[in-house]
């Protein structure tokens, strides 16, 4: 984590310390103005309607400077301006025919910058020169000097770049994070805010805004003492304290994916919503170490660090108006300011509070009603849509075999043959006929739908009561037999299911078949239910992992019905199959093909399962902890147990 804070958003933060009589230092927030956002906003003003050229002066018929596709661009640390251009200057002669002099080129201006006393970010010319079509020197160039330092000079020179507002809005949101008690030490250091020396490069210019504070204040602060692990009840404060992070990431995630609109910042975006999860959930077991004692701290800065280059490789693309690559920008640089600020000069109290997040997110989505922080446990029809989930899993239109009595020791009787029987009316509603039992999960699969390599003869009938009997059944040494027969069916008969809702290649489809159960059995030992004080509950663990997939319900908030997931097994199933088989497709397919082994398809989805989409390949590293070693090598003596035709035991929660 020390290492991920020290190269926190990439950027080159300075903390300069000036000895002076006042024992004052100097913290610069760096301020970086993308060249793709200048170029734009130069375009717009230079060239208001698209594709026509701009006239800057016109008298007449033959007198007359049209520039179009004016450019921005900086080399070597030093700003240019171009444009192509188009001049002419002539009379009639004698009103018979007319004398006209014309240069068809462009112009090249190298650049300097400074803000003014307005916050306008402006251009100062250097030296400049005209130059024809091919690049070479015009013939004739004195009458197109001349218009060109006319009206091209001064346009280039009026025109600025307007800071006031990021200025403004990373002053507020810097002032929104400070305690009452704070307040004054900040706002005095706020009032001596200047701008340094400008610095550019081929990805944009930094305005550094330079802050004045006391010497005492840039001290970092002694960390807390280390305290015992966390009750839960403490666990449960911590987890409502972290709320508004989420809830701010998951408005700032729909926002800018409804911007972007290309699947590709779409798998980002997700990738990020769920890894921040995971990295909750890491911090609410104690597996992630807290600095300081201020995990709300610590984790929005990991979201920042993973937020912050998408929000940057946007601006510019997916048709983005320059009014909100504008946004963008300010919100890039007043998370970074606030972060910087923080970091350098600890002493000033500044500390992420609920306004300053809900400040953050209006800045990229100001005119949204949605309270940025909103949070509840409903499902979002919004984020569903957004991610392309499958609709909501709705009871399975399954048949589930009815159990078998065991097969005793003495031969079962031969039966009485029976006289053949009319067909129903409606055999889509019947029960099928019952089949002979299997002593494996591998043999349950093949002979409940034998040949179904894409999963496209699934029967129609159902019989729910079979299935709703898991509801609330806590097995005993009475009934154990009995719940294994039914949980294997139903959990072949859902991983089915899946398999033909999404397509998936007939090479993955046995390695998925048995990766479903194997699952199960790892994250509850296939039961969904446990008896705590002489009482039926929902089996939980401390991270929020509900029923007998384990679904988080952090995690996957907004994703799924709480309270079904609580009280369905078969919905449960269903949730963690569309959970696995998102990772199965999007990550554990493309790892199985770089080493060219379909089997570490089950691995790697497992992994992502656990521990997000980051952990995917976390079963190939040398460096992964043994705790986590430890559940991956599980999880594969398991499945290949499985996979070789072993059966569920619930009394030693293995496969055998």
Known sequence: MQRIIQSLFLLVLLFTTTPSPLGAATVELPLFLRTQILQNALAESFTPEPGKPTVLFQQGSYNYLHISEPQLSIRDGQP?????????????????LPSVVKWNGFVLMRLDFFVDPQWQLRYRILDSAIYNEKGGKPVVTGFAWDLSKRFLHPRLEQYGFDL????????????????????????????????????????GITVPL???????????????????????????????????????LVFTIKGLSTDLGDSLHQEQLFDLLITSRYQLLMILTGQSPVENKDPFRQLFIDVWEQLRPIVESSSGKSGLMQKKMLRYMTFINAGDALLT????????????????????????QPDSKEDPLHFDWQIDPALRELFQFQPEPEPPVIEIIPPQPLPSVEPPPVPTPQPPVTPPVEPSRQPAEPQAQTSSVSAALLNFFIGIAHAEDLPDTIKPTLYQRLNRWVPNEGDEAEYEQ?????????????????????????????????????????QHFELKNEKIVTRRNQAGGLGIMQINQHVWRGFYNMDRLQGDVAYNIQA????????????AIKVAEENNNPDMAARAAYAAYNGGPGAVRRFLKTDTNSRLKRIDEHLWELYQKISAGGSGDLTTCNIM
């Open 80 to 96: 240019y301006f171009s444009c192509n251009a188009n001049a002419s200057m002539g009379f009639d002669s004698l009103g018979i």
């Open 164 to 203: 006031a507002m990021p200025q403004k809005d990373i002053s507020n949101l810097l002032r929104a994070c400070a305690s009452p008690t704070d307040s004054a030490p900040l706002e005095a250091a706020l009032n001596t805010l200047t701008v340094g020396t400008l610095r550019a490069s081929a990805d």
């Open 486 to 526: 039914i949980m294997t069916q139903l959990l072949a008969a859902l991983a089915l299911e899946q398999i033909k809702r999404d397509n998936l290649n007939p090479r993955y489809t046995k390695i998925f078949l048995n990766l479903v159960p194997t699952v199960a059995m790892i994250e509850s030992c296939w």
């Open 341 to 364: 600020l923080d970091r350098t000069a600890p002493g000033l109290g500044i500390h992420l509070t609920s306004d300053g997040l809900r400040r953050l997110a209006r800045m990229m």
């Open 576 to 587: 963690g199959n569309q959970i696995l088989m998102r990772y199965f497709k999007q990550h």
């Open 210 to 248: 330079l802050l004045t504070v006391d010497n005492a204040q840039t001290k970092p602060v002694a960390p807390l003492p280390t305290e015992a692990p966390l009750g839960f009840e403490e666990l449960e404060k911590l987890q409502q304290a972290f709320e508004p992070i989420d809830a701010f």
